[in-house]
């Protein structure tokens, strides 16, 4: 039975974090319990209203990759059952499908983004400067192109309400030191390149995505947070998908497209969403969990 959670309360425990859609709580030996609410962000604002089941379509997904990338990058996962770290009187159901139960790590101050197709904040730096990130690519490539080969294009981690920025390679040296952000470079190509073969087997072609990593104790950088998901990705149906046009996706863009409709200047406090656009949503969220893990 779906639940809808905008915010989560769970008495006894010590939230430490609120971000766009995750509430996060510290648990003893180093632990972390993670749950995804129903909250909607667009434009870096969270909506008022939310998705009903959205976060558990999430944790789903997100647990699904985890397991079938494991053995491309370790990740946060611990495998502890999260209702079994509820405080007593907390009803089990409205966040056994929604939490995990995650290893503390020490974040990884970049959102580490792979790109495969030409969209979004990238199309229109490629427009004015021919570039992605600062980097130069050939003339001629459509809206929605494939590009020649995935990039790596990160952006810094901006605080809730605030917007990401696109930076450069030699900003996150300079953020992060070389060798760390070689791994994060390669990690994320990795798992995109993993990713976007067995998506594209399904009908669902991954235009680009968002990770974030950080690093344990002994210092191996795992993937944390959620990966592949409709929040943190963009999917496009294979048999729409044309270049030279922006395609339907499984994605929260079809909310974005909604927004760019209204007078809205993209800061909080964001507009209320009609019911069609609710229900659009979660149903679009539904067919990429349905088409991905079957």
């Known amino acids: 039975m779906t639940t809808t959670l905008s915010e989560s309360n769970l008495p006894g425990l010590n939230r430490i974090h609120r971000g766009k859609v995750r509430d996060v709580y510290a648990l003893p030996d180093q632990r972390l319990l993670m749950v995804a609410t129903d909250r909607l962000s667009a434009f870096d604002v969270i909506l008022p209203d939310p998705i009903p089941g959205k976060g558990e379509i999430l944790t789903q997904m997100s647990n699904f990759w985890f397991a079938r990338t494991e053995s491309v990058c370790a990740n946060h996962l611990t495998g502890i059952d999260p209702v079994s770290v509820l405080p007593a009187g907390v ?93 994060v470079r390669a990690a994320t190509l990795t798992l995109y390149a993993h990713a976007r073969r067995y998506a594209a087997a399904r009908g669902i072609l991954i235009a680009d995505t968002k990770f974030e990593f950080g690093l344990d104790e002994d210092g191996t950088l795992r993937v944390m947070d959620e990966i592949l998901t409709p929040d943190s990705s963009r999917f496009w149906p294979a048999a729409e998908w044309s270049p030279g046009r922006n395609p339907p996706s499984f994605d929260k863009q079809y909310v974005r497209d909604y927004l760019e409709t209204l007078d809205w200047n993209k800061t909080a406090p964001g507009p209320s969403l009609p019911a069609e656009i609710i229900e659009g949503t979660r149903a679009k969220y539904e067919e990429a969990l349905r088409l991905l893990t079957a």
């Open 91 to 183: 009803d089990p159901a409205l966040y056994a499908h929604r939490s995990v139960v995650a290893r503390r790590l020490k974040p990884v101050p970049v959102e580490a983004i792979a790109r495969g197709y030409l969209i979004g904040s990238g199309w229109k730096e490629y427009q004015a400067l021919g570039s992605v990130c600062g980097i130069d690519l050939p003339a001629g490539i459509p809206m929605a192109g494939e590009l020649p080969q995935p990039l790596f294009t990160p952006s810094t981690k901006a605080a809730v309400g605030d917007h990401d920025e696109n930076i450069g390679f030699d900003r996150v040296v300079e953020l992060i030191g070389a060798d760390l952000a070689e791994r």
